[in-house]
């Protein structure tokens, strides 16, 4: 194998796909990036048995072939190299890199030992506009868990019907989220890992270009501008939202959002520390109270709202408040409450795209 790329454009190219190159693994050859030289085209491939990426870019081919190279080694290394026009070469030694007047060389792993990737996927498709996906991505996937102790719940819920609902959940919040669909041939209802998600995001534009999602035998394929992601989704059962989102309430507050996101934000630093970063909200006519306590000192600020219902006064882990407010966009929001130890839930005032919900911590002080 013999090529010669522009080195930023390589550089780029296997940024990305080095994302999907196993991390802690027993087989060397999964920390690999698959480096292919074909045609007029260089082939990038990494894979961690769950999360497949593959990147083409132009290039100069010398001599056709194939080799495994470490990701992360090859990524550091040619992004150092972005203003260089590089040279890969195989040989003796592993693999060689010219650029300058200078050479460096890597070991490689044959080609023959890296796993066989299925891209043929196109059962059923989705097609949506870009923008959306990218936005209903963000909206969620900060809600799914990050153990492994339910599987399931480190993916999104995505139900294709007249539109798409995605439902992420972490057994202490709850994101709920909807866009529309273009096109789509077929029902259909897929977990789908947050990981694979976030890389599918990062590919997308904030335009009205469309982008079409294939699913097909529990995989997920989705390709642009050539770049292709191939995951597996998870299966299991996944918790039903209907039987979690109250539909009644007997507090209802509308907020200036960018107001108590500040006044959220000084009122955890003292609790920084804690594991549930405890503050307070008292709900009270006009008025709400934000406060915490802790050995530093105690922060209590009012701000203004217009409520309906009971008072209440109520516990909450500030950082899932503080995530849920800055995924709304809209100046005003509405928290709707069932008392001091019942879920509670967040939206925009006036688009309802999004909700969310959290747990309120029952045993403070």
Known sequence: MKFVCNGLTLSEAVMKVSKACAVRTTAPVMECILVS??????????????????????????EEGEVCITGKLLADFLGKLVDEEVMFATGERGVEIRYRDSVSYMQT???EDFPKINLEIGEKSFVMKQ????????????CCAQDDSRPVLKGCLMEFGDKLEVTSLDGY?????HAPIVAKSGENSIICPARTLTEISRMLNDDENEITLYTQ????????????IVSRLYQGEFIKKENVIPSKFTTVINVNRAELIASAERAAILNRGDKNNLIRI????E?????????????SETIASQSEGVDLTISMNAKYLLDSLRALGEEKVVISFNGPISPFILQNFEQKENLYLILPVRNAA
């Not at 035998?217 to 292709?228: A, F, K, P």
């Not at 008292?282 to 006519?285: K, L, R, T, V």
């Not at 406060?291 to 530093?296: P, R």
């Open 37 to 62: 030289a074909q045609g007029d085209e260089v082939t990038l491939l990494a894979t961690d048995g769950e999360l497949s990426i593959r990147k083409s870019v132009k290039g100069e081919i010398l």
């Open 109 to 111: 792993i044959p080609a």
């Open 131 to 142: 923008a959306d996906l990218k936005a209903v991505i963000a909206a969620t996937t900060f």
């Open 173 to 177: 919040r709850l994101a709920l989220s």
């Open 217 to 228: 035998g529990g995989m997920l394929m989705v390709s642009s501008d050539g770049m292709v």
């Open 282 to 285: 008292e709900i009270s006519g």
């Open 287 to 299: 008025a709400v109270r934000v406060s915490s306590t802790s050995e530093y000192g105690n922060v």
